[in-house]
C-alpha cells in the first residue's frame, strides 16, 4: 500500500511539473507573440512616419513652387527622384546607394529602418537616361512601401489604373503601366538592367509571353516610338512561390509639364 501511494504521489508531481511547464510556455508564447505584434505596428507606423514627412518635400512636377529637390538632396544627396502610382499609397522619395543593400534596411535619412527605401538599381545611370531603369521596394502590408504593387495583379484594377509619375531634379514622366508580372529573383529578363542597354524589343517579347495583365495598346505604341521609348519597372517580393517578385512595368513619357 505504501508503494501504490508512493507512485501516487510521484504521478501528481509529475502531472503538476507537466501542467507548470505548460502554463509557462504558454505564458511565454503569449508574451512573444504580444510582443510581436507590438514590434509589426511599430515597424508599420515608423514607415507611416517617414513617409508623412516626406511628403512635404514632394517635388511639384513642371512648377518653380513649393517644395524642391534641393530640400531633398539635404536630406540625402543619395536622393535621385520620386515615383507615384496613382490610386495607390505609392508616392516616394527614390534613393540609390553604392550597391543594391544600402537602402534594404535603411530609410532615406539614413536610419536603420525594417522599411527599407524604394532604390534605384545600382546598374541603372541614376539620371533615369537608360532605356531601362529597376526601383526596388519591400512588400509591406497596409499598403506601405511597394505592397500596392499587388493590386495590379488584378486585372479590374490594372485596366482602369494606368498612370503615375517620375520627378526628377529637371524633368518629368508621365508614367503608364502596361505589364505586371510574376517572375524568380534570378530572371535576368528583369533584374539585369544592363541586357537592354541597346534595345527593349526582348523585353517586350518577354512581357507578352509571361504578362499576368498586359495593356497591348500601350506595348504597340511603344513598339512604334522606337528607340526612344524608355521603361521604368518596379519590383517586390511576393509570396507565390519561393523568390518570387511582383514586377509592373511602365512606359516613361516625357510629361507636357515640362515644355
Known amino acids: 500500500m505504501g508503494c501504490i501511494n508512493w507512485q501516487r504521489k510521484a504521478l501528481r508531481a509529475a502531472d503538476f511539473l507537466v501542467s507548470t511547464v505548460v502554463v509557462l510556455f504558454l505564458v511565454v508564447a503569449g508574451a512573444y507573440s504580444a510582443y510581436a505584434l507590438w514590434d509589426n505596428s511599430q515597424v508599420y507606423a515608423a514607415a507611416d512616419n ?29 536622393v535621385c527622384a520620386w515615383v507615384t502610382l496613382d490610386n495607390t499609397a505609392i508616392d516616394y522619395p527614390v534613393v540609390q546607394g553604392e550597391d543594391n543593400f544600402t537602402y534594404v534596411n535603411t530609410d532615406v535619412y539614413g536610419d536603420f529602418s525594417l522599411a527599407g527605401s524604394i532604390f534605384l538599381d545600382v546598374n541603372c545611370d541614376k539620371n533615369f537616361t537608360d532605356p531601362y531603369s529597376l526601383l526596388y521596394g519591400h512588400h509591406m502590408e497596409e499598403s506601405k512601401m ?68 498586359l495593356n497591348t495598346e500601350t506595348l504597340a505604341a511603344m513598339k512604334a516610338a522606337g528607340d526612344d521609348a524608355q521603361v521604368l519597372a518596379l519590383s517586390t517580393c511576393s509570396t507565390e512561390f519561393t523568390d518570387a517578385r511582383t514586377i509592373l512595368l511602365a512606359w516613361m513619357i516625357p510629361s507636357a509639364s515640362d515644355s
Open 50 to 78: 517617414v513617409q508623412a514627412e516626406l511628403l512635404q518635400f514632394k517635388p511639384k512636377a513642371g512648377a518653380d513652387n513649393g517644395a524642391s529637390f534641393e530640400e531633398l538632396l539635404g536630406i540625402n544627396p543619395d
Open 146 to 213: 511597394f505592397g500596392d504593387l499587388d493590386l495590379y495583379k488584378d486585372a479590374e484594377f490594372f485596366a482602369e489604373n494606368t498612370t503615375g509619375e517620375l520627378i526628377l531634379p529637371d524633368r518629368t514622366y508621365d508614367l503608364k503601366t502596361f505589364a505586371c508580372l510574376l517572375v524568380p529573383s534570378s530572371e535576368s529578363a528583369i533584374f539585369q538592367p544592363q541586357r537592354w542597354d541597346s534595345d527593349l524589343q526582348g523585353l517586350y517579347t518577354f512581357a507578352q509571353e509571361n504578362a499576368l495583365n
